[in-house]
């Protein structure tokens, strides 16, 4: 997995998809800072998924951004995405393996070295930490810290995602410290004092 540091954003989508999206997401994608989107539907049913991922994935082609898709590997084969991204009460990695092959697997490894060393161990493309801060998108169940990232980086080269309650005020620290990509949903989407596209340029 190449790193890009000036593509630093790893662009979680909206829990529902509505008509603006796709023009705002393109819009976003123009500013050339996303190197990931992750499709994140939780209460969508399998053949609207397919639909809506079909037509991101075609965005994010036409912008040289990885697609993948979150918990659902069999979705993600279906979409032929670049990959899929696995919590801790997902399929393990090895069985996603056997499914998408060599395509680009991520796991939440929360604040957990131990997880992490695991994941390193089963061979998992990027370790995604979090939350670093309250996020809007989920509950908060486990605190990351710099010191998390620090960790983390001693033990690995792999790329690694900070993820929680990112926006353009605390987004530095974690650059300075280690993170590779840090994974962003609602100061995009949620945010209630500017557009997604206002929102991404704060990030510079």
Partial sequence: MKINKKKFIYLISPLSINKSFYRDLIQIFKENKVSFFQLRLKNEVFKKKLIIGKKIKKICKNFNVKFLVNDDVLLARKLNADGCHLGQKDMNILDARKIIGKKIVGVTCHNSIRLAKV???????????????LSKTKKVKYIASVRTLKEARRITNKPIVAIGGINSNNYQKLLLNKANFLAISGYIWKNKKIKPIEAIKKFK
Avoid: V
Wanted: net charge positive; aromatic share 26%; hydrophobic share 55%.
């Fill in 119 to 133: 994941a390193i161990r089963n061979k998992a493309d990027y370790l995604a930490f979090g939350a670093f801060y």
